[in-house]
């Protein structure tokens, strides 16, 4: 069975989004750890949490994928906001452990002029300070496309941040198939080289979960613009592909297209015909 869902609004509640992944046929689901553009938090509220992992269970769902947001910056150049961005994710992997077994998606950051290698150390500090031994969930470092002075656009970055954390038996990588494509890795054309290549710098079990976006700009553009499945560079045919490929399948599959609900729906039901059971 293929393992889909789509990234869903936090604002109902953690129940409703169970609600709404069962209405769109989703079997799992990514949302945003906290406000995406800042750094609130909900109120903690234990009886929604325990409805939703109700329903997790109960419909047997694949793990989901909490977000981190796009403000923290574990490689800032400015050490208050390197503070603030390690705070986000322990209070995020703390609250997490409320639903346990799940996996916590993060951008790498932004070296903003300071060079790779200095974001790198600062990165694994970060996970350093902040991965617990006891902790149920897996962190994800996300591939990036390159833009601006991102981090983790190549796999040499994922891995040199995995082997610079002490901690790092559940430190994964969450790969977006928008930004890889942008960021120089054929998946369209060179599918095999890519997984591959992604072995062998990185290892394929420490890929956990794929961001499937198709993208509207070409391939090597270093643009972070996703499109909707089958409309962009990617195509459909060839995420079709990706999806059915004996070294991908199994995985949780978490769309970030450009849709409100009902467009993440109609994807879902394409994309589930055109996986070979
Ligand atoms: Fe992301
Ligand atoms: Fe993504
Ligand atoms: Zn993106």
Redesign the pocket.
Known sequence: MLNIGCHLSIAKGYTQMGYDARSIQANTFQYFSRNPRGSQTRALDLADIALLQHILDQDHFAPLLAHAPYTMNPCSADSGLRELAAKMMAEDLERLEYLPGQYYNFHPGSHVGQGVDVAIAMIADQLNEVLKPESTAWVLL?TMSGKGSEVGSRFEELRAIIDRVKNNDKLGVCL?TC?VYSAGYDIVNQLDAVLSEFDRVIGLDRLKAI?L?DSLTPFNSHKDRHACIGDGSLGFDAIVRFINHPKLRHLPFYL?TPNENPGYADEIKRLRAAFVE
Request: hydrophobic share 0%; glycine share 0%.
């Open positions: 996300e977006d930004h961001h976006n970030e």
